[in-house]
């Protein structure tokens, strides 16, 4: 696998992989809301990359719980559908994973499927006090602790938080 750190120039063939794997719609959905105006972040933020193709990708976000607390929004996560069920995906979320917790980062918050997501360690129970600004499904809110305990306390609102521009996935 080539797993490497998303660059600008992937720009165009990200977009066209999400569209592929979750449809022209994708951005109607709450957890776009988040995303809006900022950046992923770099040194979070990775591609698999096949010859020239972009087959997977995965994001992080910067966001903001409560009034203060911060956290990562983890998405979206996706694999080219002709190449689901080869382990991509499960590569990817360690990658970023390990990187977000490399970093410092203590909370990843993400809306999806839990018995995907939960043999990583996300679970709902660690959302049921906080909020998205808009509709999900309850079920698919979930958390995952990089610090056991971070989530301990936390409850409020996720908020969509600027990122500085030095953490912004880099123009090389």
Excluded: C
Aim: proline content about 7%; aromatic content about 8%.
């Amino acid at each position: 696998m080539t797993i490497v750190p998303e660059h600008s120039y992937h720009a165009t063939a990200i977009e066209t992989l999400l569209d592929r794997a979750f449809g022209a719609n994708r951005t109607q959905k709450t957890s776009y809301r988040l995303r809006e105006g900022i950046e992923p972040l770099a040194g979070l933020s990775f591609v698999y990359e096949h010859g020239a193709a972009v087959l997977a990708t995965i994001r992080f976000w910067p966001v903001t719980i409560g009034t203060a607390t911060p956290g990562l929004l983890l998405g979206p996560l996706a694999v080219d559908p002709d190449w689901v069920g080869r382990g991509i995906g499960g590569a990817m979320l360690r990658r970023g994973l390990t990187a977000a917790a490399a970093g410092g980062h203590s909370i990843v918050l993400l809306v999806g499927d839990e018995p995907y997501y939960g043999r990583f360690g996300f679970r709902r129970s660690l959302t049921r006090a906080l909020s998205l600004p808009g509709p999900v499904e309850p079920d698919r809110f979930l958390g995952l602790e990089l610090r056991p305990g971070a989530l301990n306390d936390v409850s409020g609102p996720v908020a969509r938080a600027v990122a500085n521009r030095s953490d912004a996935v880099n123009a090389a």
